[in-house]
Every structure is written in structure tokens, then in C-alpha cells.
């Protein structure tokens, strides 16, 4: 065990191994309420991080970034200031990070949380650490506290407990315990019956500890700012003969207060196993009776139940007669866990986004309120599903079929056009399914696929405003704006575009009416008389239509819906939705052939280079 009786200070700093949020929380918030000038917690551990990072966590009300590390030799090294690390490794993994930790030199205490580290390796950690001069705690062990001044994980409880237990500020006390939890409970009775605890370490319930009772103590005995010591032993084992024989030979000259626990056992017949693994009884020696009357024999204050543990801890400083002068330190607003305070009702808090489609808080996803496995035992068809998500509605058959076409006959329109061919080049190019799409995507204006909306725009507006066909194309032609929707480059009424075709048979046998569809048909009759390819496209086709499938269905859109939804161009949704299912076919299929990087062919390129002598260059 390391020689210095000074394990921690206030400048004190760990690392933790393996990702203990709640423990790493505490200790910071512990940090806090004693004023410290830096995190006790240097680093985390994380062997199963397949890179670094940062843990975001908070140091009172600011949020602050601690770095986690894949291995120890890394954290170390850049971390050579942090001389503990608390070994939250499982108990098949604590032998071998701790041994390795023993190795390290910046390390001087190895602090092992788990239980069930078998005998043998414990045995051996611990006859490694006094080799090395270093101590350990555990395993086992719920950890140990520097009152004021640092914490081990979970040692103490919430931060409200270690206020009420008087553990943010410094006292006389040293006290030293096998079990965590009754750690817990003596610290709060030191609290109320002293000045305080100055240093409380469990050593921990196991057989074989890496530090012991006595180790402790002498420590505690060493150092001047401990004035007694208090001390939890318990039923089995034989090392409370020790601390005898330390107090009988003058090692020990400090009053101490001592109860060893499980005096029960002997009311009960046969072998009696409590809690921890140690904590039984092989012979007469190893009870709990025999050795209380041996550590009361030598002058050790033993009360005669743990019900008076406190009485006599009090009465024995009270002897000592300390001038001290009992104040209360100054403890910062402690900032509580947003979590618990919502879960507890006791805070509203402004949210940030608004959703009105979705909800995902409960079990399950909620579409407009409806919930995701009964939108799938419906066998919903897409079409209705598009309007729960789009328009919180539940469409008519003929409008949610209608969608649903749109998606299909928009799915593709080959390798030529500007959405599939940046697909494919990209693709070409090695890049990803996301960027490859994203490409094709970005393609998707007025000049393809874009044209819905606006469609549904200029064909809606005159209309509304009761303009002829003929003086709705003088209209556009005297603002020197092209009627979107109108006009195709290969199609023409000598070569109809077999979409528009499907779509305008569908809409005259399922829609109550196509009053829009009609007016576009008729700006198309005095178009053609100018060109034979100005006829009503694609695009047009499904933005007017979709501007009669809101009319057909009555009440279910507002006038003020109906023109958000073409102000905000939901309407080219349908095509860039449907287009994507292309998209990803193309890109599919470039994967699959594997296609080499795209040239485009020099003999498909114009060169018309400027001459440098007019430039102004003599070559």
C-alpha cells in the first residue's frame, strides 16, 4: 500500500474506466458544491469506442466536455495528473485493467467497483500493488470520500445526501468499513455526533480485499488532521485482530470507536453467509462477538449495538476537547436533473421545434395521431399514408389512387434526364448511394420535375382570377413569362406523352370533376396553334389535377390550405418522391455493372476557344 497516509486532496483527479454517466455526474456535481477549481474526473475509458470523442456532461448549470480514450496508456499519457482510476470494468475484465493500471506510473490508487473478482486475481492485486508501492480499494467497493474534496463514483449518494451528511466540507474524522452501504449510513452519524468525516473509505466486501482495515486506519493515524478514528468491521475473518494488536502496541494512539456487525449469528444455529463474501464466520475467533470484546479488552470503544454507534462516537470527541469552531460552508445552488424535475412535473420548458405529424414519444410512432401498427394492419395504401404525413388527412380513395399513380409514372423516365444522369455519374464516380441521389435531386427546378407547383400556380391564379384561356396566355406573354407546365421537348400532340395520357383518363373516370384539367386542356388547344410540342406535360398535368383533387373532396381543405400548399411547393414532392425511386435503381444498377468512372466524349463538345492574338497575346 502506498506509504503516503494522503491518498486525496482537493486537486485530485481520476480516470474512469468504462462509461459511467450517473457516477461521473455525481462526482462533478460533488466538485461543485466544494468549490474545486477543476473536475475531479480527467478522462473516460471507452475499449469499446471504435474512435474517441468527448462525454458532454455538466459542471453546475455549464455543459463541459470530458475526452474519451480507447485504452489507458493513451489516457494516461496525456492525462499525467490524473493518479487514480476508478475500474468500473466488469468483474471478468478488473484483473487485467487493473494490472495494468498498477503498472502505469502516473497511477497511484486503483479503485475496483466490481464484485465477484475470484479470490486467486484479487489475491494477486494485491500483493502487486504493495510491491508497486500503490494502493487499491476493492474489489467490491462502493469507493471512498475526501470530505471537501473528492469522490469516488457513487460514494455518498445523490448530492442531496451528501449535504445533509455534512460531506462537502472538511472534519476530524477518519473512518474505514468493509460495506458501502452502511458507509452511507456512518457517514450521516459522524456527521450529526462530530465535526465531521475527513476521509471515509469501504474497502469492500470481498474475502481479499486490496487494502485493509487496519491499512486504513494507520494511514488515518498519521495524519495530523485526523483527530479519531471510526471504524464498521464485520462477522468473519480475522482482520479486526489486527487493528487489536495495532491499538496494543501503540501503533494506534488515537481514540477509536469500533463495532464489528453480525453479533445476530450467533443467535442463530449453523454457519451464517451475510451479504458479502467475506462476511462469514469459520471459527469462534471470526464472530462478531469475539471480536468486538477483543477490541473492547484493549481499550477500543465498542458500543453494544450499532443503535448506540453514535452515542459513542459522540462522546468520544467530545473528549477530545477540540477547539474548533463549527460553521456552515457555503454551499452553491445545486442545479437539479432536468429529467427527474419533468418526470416529477416541476418544470416547463419551451420547445425548440413544433411537429404536428408525428409523434414518437410513446411506445410507438404515432401518423397523425394514428398509430404506426395500425397503419400497417390496415394495410394502408401509400397514397393514404402520404396524406396522414403531408396534409394530416384521411383522403378519399380516388385522391390517395391518384398519388399513388403519380408516384409510379414519375418513378423513372430513363438515363438522359438531368436527375438520373447525375445520378449515374456520380455513382460512376465511387461516391455514395446518399451523394449519388442527392445529385439527382438537386436537378429537380423549373426545367424538370419543378414545374409542378408552379403549374399549379400560374394555371390556379387565372382561374381564380376569371381570365380566359386566350387571356391568360397574352397575360403571361406580356409579363414575358413562359406558362410552366406547358411545352415538352420530344413529346407532342403528334407524339403524346402516354403519363398525361393515363393521368387525364384516370382523373375523367374517378373525379367528381376536373374543372382545372379542362381549362389547361383549352390554354393546350391555342398553344398547339403556335407549336406542336406546347402541350400540357407532365408536370402541368399533375399540378392541375392535384388542384381538382382538393376541390373534389369539399370541406377536407380550407381555401388557405389549398394555397400553401402551392406557395410551400409540396407539389413538386410528388415528383422528387417518385423520382427517387429511380434514382436509387440507377445508382443500383452503375454498383452492379461496375461501371468505371464517366468521360464525357470530347466529339459531344463544342470547343469554340477565343483566338489569343485577340486577347491581345503574340504567340
Known amino acids: 500500500m502506498n506509504n503516503d497516509y494522503q491518498l486525496f486532496t482537493r486537486k485530485t483527479r481520476a480516470i474512469i474506466f468504462n462509461l459511467q454517466a450517473n457516477a461521473i455526474q455525481r462526482m462533478l456535481d460533488f466538485d461543485y458544491v466544494c468549490k474545486r477549481e477543476k473536475p475531479s474526473v480527467a478522462a473516460i475509458i471507452n475499449p469499446n469506442a471504435k474512435r474517441g470523442g468527448y462525454h458532454k456532461t455538466f459542471w453546475g448549470t455549464k455543459e463541459i466536455l470530458i475526452p474519451i480514450y480507447q485504452n489507458l496508456t493513451e489516457a494516461s499519457a496525456k492525462h499525467q495528473d490524473a493518479d487514480v482510476l476508478i475500474n468500473f470494468s466488469s468483474f471478468r475484465s478488473a484483473y487485467p485493467t487493473s494490472m495494468e493500471a498498477l503498472d502505469i ?60 451528511s455534512g460531506l462537502h466540507k472538511s472534519g476530524s474524522v477518519g473512518f474505514v468499513s468493509k460495506s458501502g452501504g452502511m458507509s452511507n ?37 498519521a495524519n495530523p488532521k485526523v483527530k479519531m478514528l471510526v471504524c464498521l468491521g464485520e462477522v468473519g475473518g480475522t482482520e479486526e485482530y489486527k487493528i487489536v494488536e495495532a491499538v496494543k502496541s501503540g501503533k494506534i494512539t488515537k481514540p477509536v470507536v469500533c463495532w464489528v456487525t453480525g453479533t445476530i449469528a450467533s443467535k442463530m444455529t449453523g454457519e451464517v453467509q451475510f451479504g458479502h463474501a467475506g462476511a462469514k464466520a469459520g471459527s469462534d475467533k471470526e ?94 395504401p401509400l397514397g393514404e399514408m402520404i396524406g396522414l404525413l403531408w396534409f394530416k388527412k384521411k383522403l378519399p380513395d380516388f385522391a390517395a389512387k391518384y398519388i399513388e399513380i403519380v408516384l409510379r409514372l414519375t418513378a423513372d423516365h430513363g438515363p438522359c434526364v438531368s436527375g438520373a444522369h447525375n445520378t449515374i455519374v456520380t455513382a460512376r464516380a465511387g461516391r455514395d448511394l446518399m451523394s449519388a441521389v442527392a445529385s439527382g435531386i438537386l436537378t429537380i427546378g423549373p ?5 409542378v407547383s408552379g403549374a399549379a400556380k400560374h394555371f390556379g391564379n387565372a382561374i381564380a382570377q376569371g381570365m380566359t384561356p386566350l387571356e391568360f396566355i397574352k397575360y403571361m406573354k406580356a409579363k414575358g413569362v413562359n406558362i410552366q407546365g406547358i411545352g415538352h421537348r420530344i413529346k407532342s400532340a403528334t407524339n403524346p406523352d402516354v403519363r398525361v395520357t393515363l393521368l387525364k383518363k384516370f382523373a375523367k373516370e374517378n373525379f367528381p370533376k376536373t374543372t382545372h384539367l379542362d381549362y389547361a386542356l383549352e390554354v393546350e388547344k391555342i398553344t398547339l396553334t403556335k407549336r406542336n410540342n406546347l402541350i400540357l406535360n407532365v408536370d402541368g398535368c399533375i399540378g392541375v389535377l392535384f388542384l381538382d383533387l382538393m376541390e373534389s373532396c369539399g370541406d377536407l381543405f380550407s381555401e388557405k390550405e389549398k394555397e400553401e400548399i402551392i406557395e410551400f411547393g409540396i407539389l413538386n414532392g410528388l415528383f422528387m418522391l417518385g423520382r427517387t425511386i429511380g434514382m436509387i435503381g440507377h445508382y443500383f444498377d452503375q454498383n452492379r455493372l461496375r461501371s468505371r468512372l464517366y468521360r464525357h466524349p470530347m466529339d459531344d463538345v463544342l470547343y469554340d476557344t477565343p483566338d489569343p492574338k485577340d486577347l491581345g497575346y503574340d504567340l
Do not use: W
Open 105 to 164: 506510473d502516473t497511477f497511484r490508487t486503483v479503485v475496483i467497483i466490481a464484485e465477484g473478482v475470484p479470490e486467486r486475481r484479487a489475491r494477486k492485486l494485491a500483493a502487486y500493488a504493495k510491491l508497486k508501492n500503490k494502493t487499491v480499494i476493492g474489489p467490491a467497493t462502493v469507493g471512498g470520500i475526501l470530505a471537501g474534496g473528492f469522490k469516488i463514483g457513487n460514494t455518498g449518494g445523490t448530492i442531496q445526501n451528501i449535504i445533509a
Open 185 to 221: 449510513e456512518a457517514y450521516n452519524i459522524i456527521h450529526k455526533n462530530t465535526d465531521g468525516l475527513y476521509e471515509g473509505i469501504a474497502i469492500g466486501g470481498d474475502a481479499n480485499p486490496g487494502s485493509t482495515l487496519i491499512e486504513h486506519l494507520l494511514r488515518y493515524e
Open 287 to 380: 464472530t462478531a462477538g469475539a471480536k468486538n470484546k477483543a477490541l473492547k479488552e484493549v481499550g477500543v470503544v465498542v458500543p453494544e449495538s450499532f443503535d448506540d454507534y453514535g452515542e459513542k462516537i459522540r462522546e468520544t470527541f467530545e473528549k477530545l476537547n477540540l477547539k474548533t469552531v463549527k460553521t456552515e460552508k457555503t454551499v452553491p445552488p445545486i442545479p437539479e436533473d432536468y429529467k427527474q424535475l419533468k418526470a416529477e412535473s416541476k418544470v416547463r420548458k419551451p420547445t425548440n421545434i413544433i411537429c404536428t405529424i408525428t409523434d414518437d414519444t410513446g411506445e410507438e410512432p404515432l401518423y397523425a395521431g394514428l398509430p404506426m401498427s395500425k397503419v400497417i394492419e390496415s394495410n394502408m
Open 447 to 451: 426545367r424538370f420535375g419543378g414545374a
